[in-house]
């Protein structure tokens, strides 16, 4: 998988491109609007992330470039600046999805799978890892080709760490991911632990491998090993 | 004790009235009298005269009796004892026509007849003088409180009417408030130092909403600059959590790094929330149903309650709907539940009372009253604070292992909490950030609502009142 990111912060840029990089996907970095527009036109991306605030130009202005070339890309915007203006001036140029800074690189990678996934496996909606297989369309869960009862919380967590494999992920990206919008009225953390263990106990029941790991102070990974 | 600047103008002159009076009728009245008196003595000496110049030269001894039988005013008697000089005197006489005793001024004067002394005594009735005398001092009386009064009601109607620029001006100054009114306008008047009053009112309203406002776009500028460091640092960390050759020590300082970004970046959001509220980004109003916020936010709180052991019980009797921005109306919900459980301790409850016109949320806590005035400011959390540090049992335990931080090298330090990665840092997340009531009361204040905290039977109660009749 290819995508631009358009992004004048290097440093922010480059902990994206090396985050991507070990889940397979390939980032490549514009730091301005001219390089972008230059990249856009001359290569085909999957995914297109945007920052609105670019050096010599709006995010918008490259927006309205993509769609006017009629390029395909999803489009995310990851922008400082989230005004209920921006985000519908957004959608309605064309973006997909809207991630406001500062955010958890776990959360955009999974943001990036779903709309490619969207994008381009329409109809396909299913997810495997060895013997656990999500089905997205139907919300359900199989282990060894038998479904197992899931809540929508634990497919949720399912979904992000899966997304995440290989991933060291903090009690506070997986509990603001599960949290959605309610994500800044997180006092406490706690509930991932219980999710968490939930979740372990359901698939470890139905005969999977144990993937999930406690990783000592920091939080937990899906990993096969 | 303060007066009003009409009744302390007022009040001076009607003293001044009231001593002016006083003091001028008496004074008046002897001044009339004596002058009255003087003519009377005057008379007295011209029939003296006249009764010398005229009638003693003529007289004879035998004509005394007759004189003094025809003449009532006029007398002659023998001058038993025997005057030296003129004197005038006062004397009251029953007049028998009149059947009472009336005032008379009487000359005695030693006369000589025929070389034999007489007293010369001449009378003047002065029952005229004193009833002019009553009646001048009763019309001046009358003309002088004529007078004062028609000068005191001049006075404050001229006053009323002179000073309603002024009391113009304090009313709209009193009404003012800098982050709801974005202009000033103050009537031109006639008076000029009222003009320059409100000229100087003006100045200083327009100085302060300009500071206040630059000081309100520099809060939410510098929280959205803080934005793209922030994620900066954010990005950093989750880089950093994915390295494979992370000591014990070390992931547990990246654990607290984390933590505290995710304060600070909460911090920051709440930050420029309340400078959208100030710069009104949320005008537009729909009508909102606030038990379905209620209902819909509830199972998110449970959850988050079930941490402290809590319970969050719900009590409906009314359907409230109001008129406000939507996004508004669950923010503030939210923060009062957040409010609910933050400062709740373990195995308290919480209880949501919806009634007529008003959302009460009730919770346990520290067991003595917040201070009220102080409670709805920005970042005042000393309260909340002690309470904390009271409450939590684990407490004593994490501040050892702060000393040691302090103290011993980093890779010594042996953590609480093995199964729960990162559990220590409970404390980071419950303290809060000193900004969720300021947020309720800014969205309260926004909607015409009221917030109102109160202490009873060991429950903070958070009670929103809604205006009757808003839908």
């Known amino acids: 998988m290819k995508i631009l990111l358009c992004e004048d912060e290097r440093d922010l840029a480059e902990s994206i491109q090396s985050y991507l990089k070990s889940n397979d996907i390939l980032c490549e970095i514009a730091t301005d609007k001219k390089s972008a527009l230059s990249k856009i036109s001359a290569f085909e991306y999957d995914c297109v992330l945007l920052d609105l605030m670019l050096p010599d130009g709006h995010g918008f202005d490259i927006l309205t470039e993509l769609k006017a070339q009629q390029k395909s890309e999803g489009i995310i915007i990851t922008s400082a600046v989230e005004t209920l203006d921006s985000r519908l001036e957004g959608f309605q140029l064309g973006a997909d999805d809207y991630l406001t800074k500062p955010f958890h690189l776990s959360e955009l990678l999974v943001r990036i799978q779903a709309l490619v996934r969207r994008k381009k496996f329409k109809g396909n909606n299913l997810i495997d890892f060895k013997e656990v297989e999500i089905d997205l369309n139907s919300k359900s869960v199989k282990v060894n080709n038998s479904y197992i009862d899931i809540t929508k919380k634990e497919l949720d967590l399912l979904l992000f760490l899966i997304g995440n494999h290989n991933k060291v992920l903090s009690k506070s990206a997986i509990a603001e991911h599960l949290s959605g919008d309610m994500a800044d009225m997180l006092d406490n953390h706690d509930f991932v632990y219980a999710h968490i263990k939930n979740l372990k106990k359901k698939l470890h029941e139905a005969g999977s491998n144990d993937y999930i790991k406690t990783v000592y102070g920091l939080g937990y990974k899906w990993q096969n090993d | ?149 028609g000068f005191y009601l001049l006075t404050k109607r001229f006053s009323l009417q002179l000073w309603k620029p002024f009391y113009k001006s304090l009313d709209y100054i009193e009404k003012f408030e800098i982050d709801k009114d974005l202009t000033v306008f103050f009537e031109e008047s006639e008076i000029e130092e009222f003009n320059r009053l409100n000229q100087a009112l003006t100045k200083f309203t327009v100085r302060n909403i300009r500071i206040y406002n630059g000081q309100r776009e520099f809060i939410e500028n510098a929280a959205h600059e803080l934005q793209t460091p922030l994620a900066v640092f954010q990005a950093k960390i989750d880089t950093l959590f994915q390295r494979s050759d992370i000591t014990e020590g070390q992931s547990e300082i990246l654990s607290k790094l984390d933590d505290t970004a995710t304060r600070l970046i909460k911090l920051n959001k709440n930050l420029l929330l309340l400078s959208k509220l100030e710069s009104k980004q949320f005008a537009e109003t729909e009508t909102v149903l606030l038990n379905s916020i209620v209902e819909k936010q509830i199972s998110f709180f449970e959850e988050q309650a079930s941490a402290k052991n809590c319970q969050i019980n719900l009590l409906i009797k009314e359907q409230l709907f109001v008129k406000s921005n939507p996004v508004l109306a669950e923010i503030l919900i939210s923060n009062l539940f957040l409010n609910a459980i933050r400062h709740n301790i373990q195995n308290g409850s919480i209880l949501i009372k919806l009634e007529k016109n008003s959302i009460t949320f009730s919770n346990n806590g520290i067991n003595e009253m917040l201070v009220e005035n102080r409670l709805f400011q920005r970042f005042n959390k000393t309260a909340h604070e002690t309470f904390h540090f009271n409450s939590e049992s684990s407490v004593k335990e994490e501040r050892a292992t702060y000393n040691k931080w302090s103290n011993a090298p980093v890779n010594s330090v042996k953590y609480l909490n093995s199964d729960s990665p990162g559990g220590l840092n409970q404390h980071l997340y419950t303290s809060g950030n000193g900004l969720g009531l300021a947020i309720i009361k800014k969205i309260a204040d926004l909607n015409s609502w009221k917030i109102n905290y109160n202490f009873q039977n060991n429950l903070h109660n958070f009670t929103l009142i809604l205006p009757e009749h808003e839908i």
């Open chain 2, 1 to 149: 004790m303060t007066k009003k600047l009409l009744n302390k103008t007022l009040g001076s002159y009607l003293i001044f009235s009231v001593i002016v009076l006083l003091t001028a009728a008496p004074v008046f009245y002897f001044a009339t009298e004596a002058l009255y008196r003087e003519d009377a003595d005057e008379t007295l000496l011209i029939n003296k005269n006249n009764f010398f110049h005229y009638s003693i030269p003529n007289m004879l001894e035998a004509d005394i009796a007759v004189w003094n039988k025809m003449n009532r005013d006029i007398k002659i008697e023998s001058a038993t004892p025997a005057l030296s000089k003129d004197t005038f005197f006062f004397q009251s006489y029953y007049d028998t026509l009149h059947a009472e005793n009336e005032p008379y001024r009487i000359l005695k004067t030693p006369v000589i007849i025929h070389k034999q002394p007489y007293t010369f005594t001449s009378k003047i009735s002065l029952i005229e003088s004193e009833d002019l005398i009553e009646n001048i001092v009763l019309l001046f009386s009358i003309v002088l409180l004529l007078l004062l009064s």
